[in-house]
């Protein structure tokens, strides 16, 4: 009986240990994923950033303004300038994109009525007005590959 003990103390703890080894190092490889890609490397193109200005104007202008610059009175942020660019720097495109799927518009009922496509024609427009270059494909409408894209040049 105590041998059966033993082995099933021992096995228990093998299993532990060989937990903690591959979510240590699941949480290693999260950390040290890197972007592939940066904006400047022309991450959207031109007839993108050109619906996703069609887009914007029809649903965000009413608060983030014709010129982008938000409303401080409205406390709206700008999405472009300084300031906005040095909010998002140590993100990713895709930290971007999933914010704006996931709280932009405000209203949830309003949010149901884009599509992915429609919020990563936006973002290719809020790229764009930012001074990023266009390039030779678009922005993706998922997540996954917009996260290896940097909001800051890569060094």
């Known amino acids: 009986m105590t041998s059966v003990l033993h082995r099933a103390r021992a096995c228990t703890a093998a299993t532990g240990f060989l ?17 592939v890609s940066s904006v400047f490397d022309g991450v959207f193109t031109e007839e993108q950033s050109a619906r996703g200005e069609a887009q914007y104007l029809e649903t965000c202008k009413r608060c983030h303004k014709e010129d982008l610059a938000g409303d401080q009175y409205e ?9 906005f660019l040095s909010e998002w720097a140590r993100w ?11 709280e932009m518009p405000p209203k949830r009922k309003d949010r149901l009525e884009l ?20 390039g030779n494909a678009e922005l993706l409408p998922t997540l996954e590959p917009l996260l290896e894209i940097e909001m800051s040049p890569n060094e």
């Open 19 to 35: 937990f903690i080894i591959v979510a240590g190092s699941q949480v290693h490889a999260d950390s040290t994923r890197q972007a």
């Open 75 to 83: 406390d709206v942020l700008p999405l472009v300038g300084d300031k």
């Open 115 to 134: 599509s992915a496509e429609n919020y990563a024609d936006v973002l290719a427009y809020l790229l764009e007005q930012n001074g990023f270059p266009a």
């Open 92 to 102: 990713t495109v895709g930290d971007l994109f999933e914010f704006l799927t996931t």
